[in-house]
Structures are given as structure tokens and as C-alpha cells.
């Protein structure tokens, strides 16, 4: 489970119920369903990470020299 961290809350029952009939109905574990709850709620509340302004920064500075990135003297 490397890179992955345990959440652990407490729903309602009425909130349980809907959670497990969503599970049955899409035939997979209730963990799962949570999961892909969480994750639409925080990419609705934060925006998907590749939608990020600072990602369109990337790769617009034009340097004299080669990419940095294959530099090998990058470092003071």
C-alpha cells in the first residue's frame, strides 16, 4: 500500500445505506465507492491537479543555453 494512506470516519446509517446500494448496484467494494466519492468531492472543491495555472508555466522559458533539464552543472 505504498504511497496510499488509510482514512478511517463514521457515516449515519442513512449515508451507510445509500453508500453499501451504491456498491451493490456498481458490484464493487464499499471502499471503492468511498474512494471515487472522496476523490470527486476534492477535485470538485480544489480542481484536478493537471488543471493547475502552474503547469502551463512549465516549458515556456527559453534559455541561451541547452534545457536544463539534460544539464548536468545545474547544481552550485
Do not use: C, N
Not at 16 to 30: M, S
Not at 37 to 42: D, M, S
Not at 44 to 57: A, H, N, S, V, Y
Amino acid at each position: 500500500m505504498q504511497g496510499k494512506k488509510v482514512v478511517q470516519t463514521e457515516v449515519d446509517a442513512a449515508t451507510y445505506t445509500r453508500l453499501k446500494h451504491l456498491a451493490d448496484r456498481r458490484a464493487e467494494p464499499l471502499k471503492t465507492v468511498v474512494r471515487d466519492a472522496v476523490r470527486a468531492y476534492v477535485d470538485r472543491e480544489e480542481g484536478k491537479l493537471e488543471d493547475d495555472p502552474i503547469f502551463q508555466f512549465i516549458g515556456r522559458l527559453k534559455l541561451k543555453e541547452r534545457d536544463w533539464s539534460t544539464r548536468k552543472d545545474w547544481r552550485p
